[in-house]
C-alpha cells in the first residue's frame, strides 16, 4: 500500500539554525500539506501546496517558512532560523483531491530546538 | 470560521466497555468528516469518514455518523480493546476544500 515517507524521524538542531523536512507524497497524488503538533496540542495546519505553488498557508507560516517542490517526488518544508517555539512534531500529508478525499499522514518529523 | 470540538480527555475504559467520544464542529455549506487515530509514538491514521449528511463511516469496528441537525460526528465502538488506547482526532475540510481542521484530541485509555 503507497505511503507517505518523512526524513528525518527526529531532527535536532540550535536556535537559529536552518531546518529541511522532507516528504514524499504519495505518487499519484497533487495536494500537499504540511502540519505541525506541539506536544499535548492540537495538530495544525500550516500550509498548502498545488501546482508548484502555495495553495494557503496559516498564520503561523511566516516567512521563517518555505516549502518547495525540487523534483517529482520529494517535497520539502524549510524554516530558515529555527525558534525554540519551532519544536514540534511535523507531519506531511497528501491527497488526491483537496475536497473530498482524504489526507494520507507521514509519521512525522520531530524537530527539537536547542 | 471553520471549528471542531471534542469531549475532554483521558477517558479511561476497561476492555469490552462501550465507546463514544463526542464531536461536534461548526462550519458553513457541507464539511467533509473524518476521524483520525494517533497510536503512541505514530503519526495519524485516517480511521474512518463521512462526505455528506447522514453518511456513516466505519472501520475496525468504530463507527460515526455525519449529523448535519446536531452538527456532530460522534466516534462509537461496541467493545473496545486494549489495542485501541490512542488519541483520537476529529476533522473536516470545509466545502471549499483544501486544509483539516482538528479537534483537540481525545486520549482513550483501555485497561485490560
Known amino acids: 500500500e503507497p505511503e507517505v515517507t518523512q526524513t528525518p524521524s527526529h531532527q535536532v538542531t540550535q536556535m537559529g539554525q536552518e531546518v529541511i523536512l522532507r516528504c514524499v507524497p504519495i505518487?499519484?497524488?497533487?495536494?500537499f500539506y504540511w502540519y505541525r503538533q506541539i506536544l499535548g496540542q492540537k495538530v495544525e495546519f500550516l500550509v498548502s501546496f498545488y501546482n508548484n505553488e502555495i495553495s494557503e498557508k496559516s498564520e503561523i507560516f511566516d516567512d521563517q517558512f518555505s516549502v518547495e517542490r525540487p523534483d517529482g517526488s520529494n517535497f520539502t518544508l524549510k524554516i530558515r532560523s529555527t525558534k525554540l517555539e519551532d519544536s514540534a512534531m511535523y507531519f506531511c500529508?497528501?491527497?488526491?483531491?483537496?475536497?473530498?478525499?482524504?489526507?494520507?499522514f507521514g509519521p512525522g518529523t520531530r524537530l527539537t530546538v536547542t | 470560521g471553520n471549528s471542531v470540538t471534542q469531549m475532554e480527555g483521558p477517558v479511561t475504559l476497561s476492555e469490552e466497555a462501550f465507546l463514544t467520544i463526542n464531536c461536534t464542529y461548526t462550519a458553513t455549506g457541507y464539511p467533509s468528516l473524518f476521524w483520525y487515530v494517533q497510536y503512541p509514538g505514530e503519526g495519524l491514521q485516517l480511521l474512518l469518514k463521512a462526505t455528506k449528511a447522514d453518511d456513516k463511516g466505519s472501520n475496525k469496528g468504530f463507527e460515526a455518523t455525519y449529523r448535519k441537525e446536531t452538527t456532530s460526528f460522534h466516534l462509537e465502538k461496541g467493545s473496545v480493546q486494549v489495542s485501541d488506547s490512542a488519541v483520537y482526532f476529529c476533522a473536516l475540510i470545509g466545502n471549499q476544500g483544501g486544509k483539516l481542521i482538528f479537534g483537540q484530541g481525545t486520549e482513550l485509555s483501555v485497561k485490560p
Open positions: 505518487s499519484n497524488h497533487l495536494y
Open positions: 500529508a497528501s491527497s488526491g483531491s483537496p475536497v473530498t478525499y482524504e489526507q494520507y
